[in-house]
């Protein structure tokens, strides 16, 4: 008689604390993720938007003619610093005697890289992954493009007369809004 009494209070107990094991969890899996990546120092220095020195002004063609410049930078992660590696690159594009324009080489529909063709015409940018085309100041050519928004601009400072500084940061892709990555 009196194991019959107690396994049905048994069983209430385990049932209790399977509850709320299984509570704790679903609160604490969210904040470890939130801490992790708010202590992560990847995310924090290796993305966040900077100035960064790109070229001088007289290695960019008066005629408009865009170049490509790799952004070099220090990247740092939990672990490591790693001085002057490749983070990224930029289209400039000498617009008049010390203004310059900077569109991001990533193509904002799902990542490839653009290209820029002057072949044609007066010149246009290509993404060779879905063929979206984009005019000299970044946007798009056809109404039918993959890409959801035209390229992306990036801020430039001239400084000290003749250096030109582009503050670099990534956007996310796939999206009509231009959204900058954290
Ligand atoms: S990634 Fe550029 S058009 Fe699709």
């Known amino acids: 008689m009196e ?12 049932a209790k604390l399977i509850t709320l094991v299984l509570g704790a969890v679903a609160l604490l899996v969210p904040a470890a993720v939130g801490i992790v990546a708010f202590l992560n ?18 290695t960019l063609p008066e005629d ?23 983070i990224g ?19 904002p529909h799902a990542g490839c890289s653009i290209v820029y063709d002057g072949s044609s015409g007066g010149g246009k940018f290509f993404c060779p992954c879905h ?10 050519l056809d109404k039918t493009s993959p890409s959801p928004r035209d390229m992306d601009t990036l801020e430039v400072e001239i400084r000290n007369g003749a250096e030109v500084w582009v503050k670099f940061r990534d956007f996310q892709t796939g999206t009509s809004k231009k959204v900058a990555q954290a």
Request: glycine share 8%.
């Open 64 to 86: 408009g003619t865009p170049r490509k410049f790799p952004v070099i930078a220090d990247r740092t992660d939990a672990w490591n610093r790693f001085p002057n590696e490749p």
């Open 41 to 58: 120092p990847l995310r924090q220095k290796g993305r966040a938007s900077r100035f960064i020195k790109l070229t001088s002004l007289a």
């Open 131 to 140: 063929a979206a085309s984009f005019g000299l100041a970044g946007e798009r």
């Open 89 to 107: 690159a930029v289209f400039l594009r000498r617009v008049g005697k010390d203004k310059v324009r900077a569109l991001h080489v990533v193509c």
């Open 3 to 14: 194991i019959h009494s107690q396994t049905p209070n048994r069983r209430g107990f385990v």
